[in-house]
């Protein structure tokens, strides 16, 4: 019913951008959250940051990434400034999304993931 389709991810050097996008198409009357995870190798998958009523950001990316919405394209972005090799990751987006109306259900659907590399 949903699909999510992320891209813009890819190998940079430390220090470097690199902007990431994904795209939410199918049966969608709205969406609540849009955000982006990330999972290492041999980590947990961990939030990244997240957009609903308000942004949040772990820790670790604040200062360096920013999380933006395009409402009317059902996408979300995340530009990453000053990469670093601990970056590297398989960035995951998803979205809270209601099918039909205001009062059906929420669902949380996920993109298939991009992959992130920093090099030092």
């Known amino acids: 019913q949903v699909q999510l389709v992320e891209s813009g991810g890819g190998l940079v050097q430390a220090g470097g951008s690199l902007r990431l996008s994904c795209a939410a198409s199918?049966?969608?009357?709205?969406?609540?959250?849009m955000g982006w995870y990330r999972q290492a190798p041999g980590k947990q998958r961990e939030l990244v940051a997240v957009s609903g009523g308000s942004t949040k950001y772990a820790d670790s990316v604040k200062g360096r990434f920013t999380i933006s919405r395009d409402s009317a394209k059902n996408t979300v972005y995340l530009q990453m400034d000053s990469l670093k090799p601990e970056d590297t990751a398989v960035y995951y987006c998803?979205?809270?999304?209601?099918?039909?109306?205001?009062?059906?259900?929420?669902?949380?659907?996920w993109g298939q993931g991009t992959q992130v590399t920093v090099s030092s």
């Open positions: 998803n979205a809270d999304i209601r099918h039909y109306s205001a009062y059906d259900p929420q669902y949380r659907y």
């Open positions: 199918g049966s969608i009357f709205s969406i609540n959250v």
